[in-house]
Structure formats: C-alpha cells, structure tokens
C-alpha cells in the first residue's frame, strides 16, 4: 500500500545546531502537509505544499517538496529550546485524498 | 474560537464496559477522522467521515464504531473495549478533502483499558 517513510526516528541537538527530516513516498503525492506534536499535546498544522518543486519558509523552518512530488523535507535553522516535539509530514495521495502519514521524527533540543 | 472538542481527555475503564469518546467542531468542516496514537506506530486512522450520514474504515477499524448525525460531532464508539484499545485518540477535522485539507486536532483523549 501507499506509505510515506520519515526519517530519522529520533534527533538529539544541542540548542542552536541545525536539525532536517525527511518524508519519503512511495507514490506521488497531490500535496504534503507537515505538522508539530509537542510532548503532551495535539498534532498542529505547520504548512502544505502542493507545487512540485516547492520551497516555503516561516522564519527558522524551511520546507520543500521535491521534484517529482515524492520527497519533501523540513530544516530548522539554529534550533531552540521551543523546537523540541515531534514533527510529522502527511501526504495526500490517490483518489481518495487520503491523509498518509509518516512515522514522526522526534526532536529533542540540549540547552 | 475554532476549535475540535474531544470529551472526556482521560478514562481508565474495564474490558467489556462500552464507552463513547465525543468530538465536536465548530468549524462546519465536512470531514471528520478519528485516529489512534501508539508509541513507535505513529498516528493510524481508525474511521473517517466525508459528510452527515457518511462514514468509511481507515486502516484500523476493528473493534470501533462511529456515527455522524450531525456536521458538527463525530463520536467513537468502543462496544466492548479491550487492553489493546489502551491508546491516546484524537478526533480531527479539516474543511473537506479537495481543498483546505489542513487538519485541526482535538486535544487527545487517553484511554486505558484494564
């Protein structure tokens, strides 16, 4: 079935080093959303892409969505305490539009 | 304010005992889900709504019910929960599933069963 892999699983930094994860589908998706878990609470909507080749920003997070609509990653520059959760991508995909997600990479920042 | 609504957030309860896990939203969103958590499995979707009086399986609808009778609740519904029913669930909601497709979450309900 359609999977979408995220890696790493886990990231440890120290406050102020860079941190990027990475969604990996096995099909093409119409768009990716990704989303912020903090420890204890609820997935929030960080932002969606949707053009092949995309790249978005808000202040130290950068998106991008590759090419072929299969990949996309996000990058925190000089991470801070506020960044630590775990971070989810979601792809829509098929007919359905089903929501397919990955896996989460949990961050963790050493002040 | 927008919001999802998810009653109760914690319950503990006996294998057996039916229970219901509310979720309301008042955003008018056409589409509903609800979802599981489990450490190492990442968020699995358990049922989904598209609109009043439509529902469909996600990919882990054993042991679960649901209902839509109104736009605005979607409630789940566990006939005889189970120990492997011990989970945190969230109920989400986003517009429809063509365009702002953004999900909004529920704040999560911990459910244990013994």
């Known amino acids: 079935g359609q999977q979408v892999m995220q890696i790493p699983q886990y990231q440890h930094v120290q406050e102020g080093e860079d941190f990027t994860t990475y969604c990996n589908s096995s099909t093409t998706l119409s768009n990716i959303q990704w989303y912020k878990q903090r420890p204890g609470g609820h997935p929030v909507f960080l932002i969606q892409l949707v053009k092949s080749g995309e790249v978005k920003k808000q202040k130290r997070l950068t998106f991008q969505f590759g090419e072929a609509k299969k990949n996309s990653s996000l990058h925190i520059t000089a991470t801070q305490t506020t960044d630590v959760g775990t971070y989810f991508c979601?792809?829509?995909?098929?007919?359905?539009?089903?929501?397919?997600w990955g896996l989460g990479t949990s961050l963790a920042v050493n002040p | 304010e927008a919001q999802v609504t998810q009653n109760p957030r914690y319950l503990i309860t006996v294998t057996g005992k039916k229970l219901t896990v509310t979720c309301s939203q008042n955003m008018n969103h056409e589409y509903m889900s609800w979802y599981r958590q489990d450490p190492g499995l990442g968020l699995r979707q358990i049922y989904y709504?598209?609109?009043?009086?439509?529902?469909d399986k996600g990919d882990v609808p054993e042991g679960y019910k649901v209902s839509r009778k109104e736009k605005r609740n979607f409630p789940l519904i566990l006939e005889s929960p189970s120990p492997n029913q011990t989970s945190l669930y969230f109920c989400?909601?986003?517009?429809?599933?063509?365009?702002?497709?953004?999900?909004?979450f529920g704040q999560g309900t911990r459910l244990t069963v013994v």
């Open positions: 989400a909601s986003s517009f429809n599933i063509l365009e702002n497709t953004e999900a909004f």
């Open positions: 979601a792809g829509q995909a098929g007919n359905n539009r089903k929501l397919i």
């Open positions: 709504s598209m609109n009043v009086e439509v529902t």
